[in-house]
T-cell receptor, first 110, second 113 residues
Framework: GEDVEQSLFLSVREGDSSVINCTYT??????LYWYKQEPGAGLQLLTYIFSNMDMKQDQRLTVLLNKKDKHLSLRIADTQTGDSAIYFCAEKEYGNKLVFGAGTILRVKS | DAGVIQSPRHEVTEMGQEVTLRCKPI?????LFWYRQTMMRGLELLIY????????DSGMPEDRFSAKMPNASFSTLKIQPSEPRDSAVYFCASSLTGSDGYTFGSGTRLTVV
């Protein structure tokens, strides 16, 4: 199957911006997603972007897509302690199957 | 809507026993997915259904695992016999179109001793 890769860990100070990066390999992916997982909970869909878009903004979240480099990023502005969680990047494969990265642990220091 | 509902939240069982995990998707969602999450392997898709029909079960580890969806509002994942390596968090998710992202349940943490 295709691989989705993410860095393992990111630590930021409260109030700073966080940027979580992801690379994917399936150039035919039509949708790419960001999910958030808090301890003991399921994954929560944060946002998704269609492959014909370069950028999508939703309040404090900005998604950037570079199709040429197969690179996806999630920027969280004014990061808060409540943003501490694991963030997963996912790509939609053939059919309706989502393939997830291993997740990036975001730690926000107050 | 109550979201995707999974039961039980936690299950501890002895090796060799049968385990049944349950899922109620969001009403009106045509797609249902079963994922398994472990530290070593991350999130793995086991099987998914569209309109109650299994579409892709290539992720089911072996014959010990089986999944059913007898109607649009209920699915089960069964492991028989269970083994310690099956210990993981099992998530059910549902989706309206398949492209609009999934809504996940809270998961079932399975421990096989």
């Amino acid at each position: 199957g295709e691989d989705v890769e993410q860095s393992l860990f990111l630590s930021v100070r409260e109030g700073d911006s966080s940027v979580i990066n992801c690379t994917y390999t399936d150039s035919s992916s039509t949708y790419l997603y960001w999910y958030k997982q808090e301890p003991g909970a399921g994954l929560q869909l944060l946002t998704y972007i269609f492959s014909n878009m370069d950028m999508k903004q939703d309040q404090r979240l900005t998604v950037l897509l570079n199709k040429k480099d197969k690179h996806l990023s999630l920027r969280i502005a004014d990061t808060q302690t409540g943003d501490s969680a694991i963030y997963f990047c996912a790509e939609k494969e053939y059919g309706n199957k989502l393939v997830f990265g291993a997740g990036t642990i975001l730690r926000v220091k107050s | 809507d109550a979201g995707v509902i999974q039961s039980p939240r936690h299950e501890v069982t002895e090796m060799g026993q049968e385990v049944t995990l349950r899922c109620k998707p969001i009403s009106g969602h045509d797609y249902l997915f079963w994922y398994r999450q472990t530290m070593m392997r991350g999130l793995e898709l086991l099987i998914y259904f569209n309109n109650n029909v299994p579409i892709d079960d290539s992720g089911m580890p072996e014959d010990r695992f089986s999944a059913k969806m007898p109607n649009a509002s209920f699915s089960t994942l069964k492991i028989q016999p269970s083994e310690p390596r099956d210990s993981a968090v099992y998530f059910c998710a549902s989706s309206l179109t398949g492209s609009d992202g999934y809504t996940f349940g809270s998961g079932t943490r399975l421990t096989v001793v």
